[in-house]
């Protein structure tokens, strides 16, 4: 069954009724689901509530109890739309949110390509596990909109794409943020951390990410 589509285990568990098939999803998904919540409210319990609350909506929705999934190959955007909208709930009951408004942002790249283009490289930056605890308190200093777009890019590894498609942005808009949001950590983080001598790093994973509950769904 490992090797089954996230599809083919949806048709499993809406068909079947086959409880395996949506722990496999739960499993094969976890990481980068609880990754983007514990990012977005940087604390651990209220990000495992907040998974809980993901599955528990969803599994609603498959069943047709809370909204509906329209099997379209995409569980994992559409499940990681849920988490988001769990987040924003959380965020704007503490008044910890504002949502940015479209404006003229997405009607072309006047705005984000005026911006200075001697931000770091994402990966060379965000990528280096020596410097991660201190990227991590830069994190919460960048604006909300900003802040989500390098969580999901580094702790839940989605594409720019699907950021775009998650937040309802162009995909210049979401390319946008991360820039703005790297000239912004390169004023809040020391100058000698971003000098280009410096080495990158093999491979992104070398950082530490937060792991999810060992039973995240009841």
């Known amino acids: 069954m490992t ?9 499993n568990y809406l068909n079947k009724g086959d409880e395996r098939a949506f722990g496999l999803l ?3 998904h976890q990481e980068r689901i609880f990754g983007y919540l514990m990012g977005m409210v940087r604390d651990r319990s209220i990000a495992s509530d907040l998974f809980q609350e993901t599955f528990l909506r969803a599994i609603q929705a498959m069943n047709r109890k809370r909204g509906s999934y ?10 990681m739309r849920i988490a988001r909208n769990a987040a924003l709930d959380h965020l704007r009951s503490r008044k910890k949110w504002q949502d940015v408004g479209s404006g003229d942002e997405d009607n072309g790249p006047s705005f984000w390509d005026r911006l200075p283009d001697d931000a770091p490289d994402s990966d060379a930056l965000l ?7 201190e990227v991590e308190a830069a994190i919460e200093q960048l604006p909300p909109e900003q802040r989500e777009v390098v969580v999901m890019r580094h702790q839940s ?62």
């Open 70 to 79: 329209e099997q379209q190959g995409r569980w994992l955007a559409w499940v």
């Open 26 to 28: 739960v499993d094969r």
């Open 157 to 218: 590894d989605l594409t720019f794409r699907e950021i775009a498609e998650l937040t309802g942005v162009s995909i210049n808009t979401a390319l946008g943020r991360m820039r703005y949001a790297l000239i912004n950590l390169r004023k809040f983080m020391e100058p000698e951390w971003f000098d280009e001598t410096l080495p990158q790093p093999s491979t992104a994973s070398a950082r530490t990410k937060p792991h999810a509950p060992s039973q995240p769904v009841t």
């Open 3 to 11: 090797n089954l589509t996230d599809e083919q285990l949806v048709v």
């Open 127 to 133: 990528g280096r596990s020596d410097l991660w605890k």
